[in-house]
């Protein structure tokens, strides 16, 4: 699992595009910290009439300069970086999120790959012994030694297994296509977990709806997320005000005739006048956006919540049902089920009773590698739903 997640964090090609979504966030700090240029503008003659003379500026001719700034008035500068390092931090909140939701991905895979390549070598291990008993009793049906119906009763119980067979390729085959998407690797994956990986997930540990509750109001990005997209929100509504208010622009102006007297300086002093444009429908579209955002806030408060209960029960079920049949029954049940093989060779068994045996048997050990695979789906979903690692 650790060598898979090493491939997932240097691979994967969201998490590579998530990132540079974050620079690019930051790098709108830097512009919004910058002030917009001073304008410098000249002024040429074009003609003279009175000297008959094109471009005439020289000594006796005319020109002038101009270089005016633009000074932003009304905290627009502040709430404007304001706004940017919000963002900021919002696509930092962001990415969390999506790592969270890609390793939940990861993991739920990787497991359920495991469990279900255990589920398919069982069955390709009872299909070998099925098959030499098929054999053996196509071989006795055409001597005429058994009937045609126990050879029949076999073979179905043949054909169910290849069924199953199929039915978990098709399943590997899914598993290991997300694998490979989600680690940006194009070998095929095979999981291989420890023993102490596998361990954790069967810890006997006390859980309470209430504390997992507590956790994920801590550190559920999601809801950081809502809650940070209403910070932005009030801060735009303060922006949209900010930008009601008229901007300043200061000059400075050199004339060299055209002016009351020869090389004239002067001082420009710039203002609108906002009679009619008070940016009074962008503050009211803000105002709407920031109730939007708080109503989406309690929604994700109340959608944390529910996730959280729910995983829980989840786990509740799973645990139960997984310590309901321990490790040592599966050992248990592989050596009857080559006892009941071994007895049916040497005729101490009827067909039926094999069959009966055989069923049994394969169906107890499928569940048993369903319910590992239900544990850790289940204590997968309670690190989720906390964005906390309990298990």
Not at 80 to 106: P, Q, S, T, V, Y
Not at 210 to 235: F, H
Not at 261 to 282: A, E, Y
Not at 352 to 362: G, K, N, R
């Amino acid at each position: 699992m650790k060598e898979c997640e090493t491939l997932f964090l240097k691979n994967n090609l969201d998490l590579i595009a998530a990132r540079f979504n974050v620079d690019a966030a930051r790098a709108a700090i830097i512009q919004a910290r910058t002030w917009d240029n001073p304008n410098l503008s000249i002024g040429f003659n074009a003609y003279n009439p009175e000297r008959k003379k094109y471009f005439d500026i020289g000594a006796e001719g005319s020109k002038n300069v101009r270089l005016d700034q633009l000074i932003y008035l009304g905290g627009k500068k502040r709430n404007e970086i304001g706004m940017a390092n919000a963002n900021a931090e919002l696509a930092e909140l962001e990415f969390a999120d999506l790592l969270r939701n890609l390793k939940l991905a990861l993991r739920q895979s990787y497991y359920s790959l495991y469990y279900q390549n255990l589920s398919y070598q069982s069955i390709l291990t009872q299909l070998s012994d099925l098959d030499s008993l098929v054999v053996s009793h196509q071989t006795q049906v055409l001597k005429g030694n058994i009937a045609m119906k126990d050879l029949v009763r076999l073979q179905s119980l043949e054909l169910n297994l290849k069924n199953q067979k199929t039915q978990l390729y098709e399943n590997i085959v899914d598993f290991q296509g997300k694998l490979a998407l989600i680690t940006g690797v194009t070998s095929t994956i095979v999981p291989g977990p420890d023993d102490n990986e596998l361990s954790v997930y069967q810890l006997k540990i006390r859980l309470s709806a209430d504390s997992l509750t507590s956790l994920a109001i801590v550190n559920r990005s999601d809801l950081k997320i809502s809650q940070k997209q209403a910070d932005v929100s009030n801060l735009n509504i303060k922006l949209q005000k900010s930008l009601a208010i008229p901007d300043l622009t200061v000059g400075t102006e050199w004339d060299q005739l055209g002016g009351a007297f020869k090389n004239q300086v002067g001082i420009n002093l710039g203002i609108p006048l906002p009679f009619w444009n008070r940016n009074q429908g962008n503050i009211k579209i803000a105002k709407a956006q920031f109730e939007e955002a708080t109503a989406q806030k309690q929604l994700m408060n109340n959608k944390v919540i529910s996730e959280v209960s729910a995983a829980f029960r989840k786990w509740q079920e799973a645990n139960e049902n997984f310590r309901f049949f321990g490790k040592s029954s599966l050992q248990n049940l592989e050596d009857v089920q080559n006892g009941i093989f071994k007895n049916f060779r040497n005729g101490n068994l009827s067909l039926i009773e094999f069959t009966d045996f055989m069923e049994s048997c394969h169906s107890t050990q499928m569940q048993y590698y369903q319910f590992g695979q239900n544990l850790v789906n289940a204590c997968e979903q309670v690190n989720y739903a906390t964005n906390s690692k309990i298990f």
